[in-house]
């Protein structure tokens, strides 16, 4: 599913590339959709103003900041929460397949439930971005029941750019939905989006 990642320095030397960093935030929860269903963890994207699932972050000028510097900007202006990313929370880099002059670098950052409660409270309110750049956060549902309700039904949305793959990625990668799981909700998103 991850295909095509450079390392950070390799991502970092492309000559005329932009960039772009974003991140998953994440934490493990005992709660219980509609008390029988676990929901497992909870996971940060945001519904964009374009209309696009995507997750948080933004374009970073590595000539200006570094990377995790420019991505603590970007959460700061679309969260309005204060969140130092370092480069230990990097997953992988890659170009972005609609625009080989894109370089992706994707992060995450695993979380108490509560901060990731702050987090939510803080993007409804005092970000700048909210409202404009940022339409709301949302939370991934990783369960599926009857009918494809749940993850198969999220995955059918429209997502920008390759981030649907860094989801999936993290949703392996992280062990937050068993393989079999996501393979299902995948054929399943399928024949919804056809
Ligand atoms: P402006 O301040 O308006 O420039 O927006 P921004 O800096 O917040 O940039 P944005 O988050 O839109 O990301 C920059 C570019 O990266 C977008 O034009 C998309 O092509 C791409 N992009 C946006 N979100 C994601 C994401 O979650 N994953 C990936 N892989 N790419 C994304
Ligand atoms: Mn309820
Ligand atoms: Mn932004
Ligand atoms: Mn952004
Ligand atoms: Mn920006
Ligand atoms: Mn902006």
Redesign the pocket.
């Known amino acids: 599913m991850a295909s095509g990642t450079l390392s950070r320095q390799d991502a970092l030397s492309c000559v005329g590339c932009r960039h772009?960093c974003?991140i998953l935030l994440y934490a493990d929860t005992e709660a219980q959709l509609f008390e029988e269903t676990p929901i497992r963890h909870i996971l940060l994207?945001q519904m964009?103003f374009d209309g696009l699932l995507?997750?948080p972050?933004?374009?970073v000028d590595p000539s200006v900041e570094t990377l995790e510097d420019g991505l603590s900007r970007?959460l700061w202006?679309?969260l309005g929460f204060s969140l130092s990313v370092t480069v230990d929370d990097h997953v992988n880099s890659c170009h972005?397949p609609?625009?080989s002059q894109?370089v992706?670098h994707?992060y995450a950052r695993k979380m108490e439930e509560r901060e990731i409660r702050e987090v939510e409270k803080a993007a409804a309110t005092t970000a700048t971005?909210h409202g404009h750049?940022v339409m709301g956060m949302v939370r991934v549902p990783l369960y599926t029941l009857k009918g494809g309700r749940g993850l198969p039904n999220f995955l059918s949305h429209s997502?920008?750019?390759?981030?649907r793959?860094?989801l999936e990625d993290a949703l392996l990668r992280f062990g937050l939905v068993p393989r079999e799981e996501l393979e299902m909700a995948l054929q399943q998103a399928e024949q919804r989006r056809s």
């Open positions: 772009a974003h994207m964009r995507g997750f972050g933004g374009f970007e202006e679309e972005t609609s625009s894109l992706a994707f971005d750049e997502f920008i750019g390759n981030c793959c860094q």
